[in-house]
């Protein structure tokens, strides 16, 4: 069974940041793209970022500039730093590993 495990959220304060981490199984993550989606109250899932196993990357527009997603390659984990968050980053991340991997999810509030 795929595990995805989630952590690093929490509240934060508009202008501040947060690093979330997402751990794979070791052969989830060495053969998969991995990124983390947002889902927001009333609103449809959507990518933020995602990272290639060559470590290519690709955000959102909305975070472009802010956000920064990585990956360690000995610990299985792929980070998002989130830095300058507005209240409209404010969400519920879901780390994801291609095709179709979910992790639960993990809060992330912004306070104005």
């Known amino acids: 069974q795929v595990q995805l495990v989630e952590s690093g959220g929490g509240l934060v304060q508009a202008g501040g940041s947060l690093r979330l981490s997402c751990t794979a199984s070791?052969?989830?993550?060495?053969?998969?793209?991995m990124g983390w989606y947002r889902q927001a109250p009333g609103q449809q899932r959507e990518l933020v970022a995602f990272?290639?196993?060559?470590?290519?990357?690709n955000y959102a527009d909305s975070v472009k500039g802010r956000f920064t997603i990585s990956r360690d390659n000995v610990k299985n984990t792929v980070y998002l730093q989130m830095n300058s968050l507005k209240s409209e980053d404010a969400a519920v991340y879901y780390c994801?590993?291609?095709?179709?991997?979910w992790g639960r999810g993990t809060q992330v509030t912004v306070s104005s």
């Open positions: 994801w590993a291609f095709p179709k991997y």
């Open positions: 070791r052969v989830i993550f060495s053969t998969n793209s």
């Open positions: 990272i290639t196993t060559g470590s290519g990357t």
